[in-house]
């Protein structure tokens, strides 16, 4: 079945430096892809989508590109904020069946002043 | 705008007690309607999901039920808690189109005793 599989975590940067947290798919097709963030004491919020391969997904200075070749999603910033302290999940839907969502395990990122 | 409601926000029931958790959307009509549990320390794995009044579908078996008695409530239930239930529960809704978004409630922190 469809499935998203993500780094783990915690992951500790500090301000400035470059994040990239990992993600692959696996689905039949082409499936609709996500990153939610969640916020200390917040429900989860979607940060960007990529809904066809080579899409670059992108929201407040983090990016995060459609690879078909390699199935995977993988979310980028060029210089994290202690702001950016959270839980990120990766996450698919369809293209089947557009009505499930599926989500990874959710990688947290600590950010250090 | 639409706005999702989740009650309560913190729950603490008894092992063998029943649960009845609550999520309404406003301002959407005939919205896919979601329930979600995040467990300590592992992700979010989908419950259960309604496409429409009366029409749930199952992700995995297990203690709990859901219902949809209106299009915009979806309710989540127990007849007897277990200590695996415990954990923290998320409703979310989507426009039910392709390449639409979830939008996730608050939470409720469920501590089965």
């Known amino acids: 079945g469809d499935s998203v599989t993500q780094m783990e975590g915690p992951v500790t940067l500090s301000e400035e430096a470059f994040l990239t947290i990992n993600c692959t798919y696996t689905?039949?097709?082409?499936?609709?892809l996500f990153w939610y963030v969640q916020y200390p004491g917040e429900g989860l919020q979607l940060l960007l989508k990529?809904?066809?391969?080579?899409d670059k997904g992108s929201n407040k200075g983090f990016e995060a590109t459609y690879r078909k070749e390699t199935t995977s999603f993988h979310l980028e910033k060029g210089s994290v904020q202690v702001s950016d302290s959270a839980v990120y999940f990766c996450?698919?839907?369809?293209?089947?069946?557009?009505?499930?969502?599926?989500f990874g395990s959710g990688t947290k990122l600590n950010v250090k002043p | 705008s639409q706005t999702i409601h989740q009650w309560p926000a913190t729950l603490v029931q008894p092992v063998g007690s029943p649960l009845s958790l609550e999520c309404t959307v406003e301002?959407?009509?005939?919205?896919?309607l979601y329930w979600y549990r995040q467990a300590a320390g592992r992700g979010l794995q989908l419950l259960f999901y309604?496409?429409?009044?009366?029409?749930i579908s199952s992700e995995v078996p297990q203690n709990l039920s859901a219902s949809r008695p209106q299009d915009r409530q979806f309710i989540l239930s127990s007849k007897k808690l277990l200590l695996s239930d415990s954990g923290f529960y998320l409703c979310?809704?989507?426009?039910?189109?392709?390449?639409?978004?979830?939008?996730f409630g608050s939470g409720t922190q469920l501590s089965v005793l």
């Open positions: 979310a809704w989507s426009p039910g189109q392709v390449n639409e978004k979830l939008f």
């Open positions: 689905a039949t097709g082409y499936p609709s």
């Open positions: 990529a809904t066809k391969a080579d």
């Open positions: 996450a698919l839907s369809g293209p089947y069946n557009f009505n499930k969502f599926y």
């Open positions: 301002g959407t009509s005939n919205p896919n």
């Open positions: 309604s496409v429409g009044i009366g029409q």
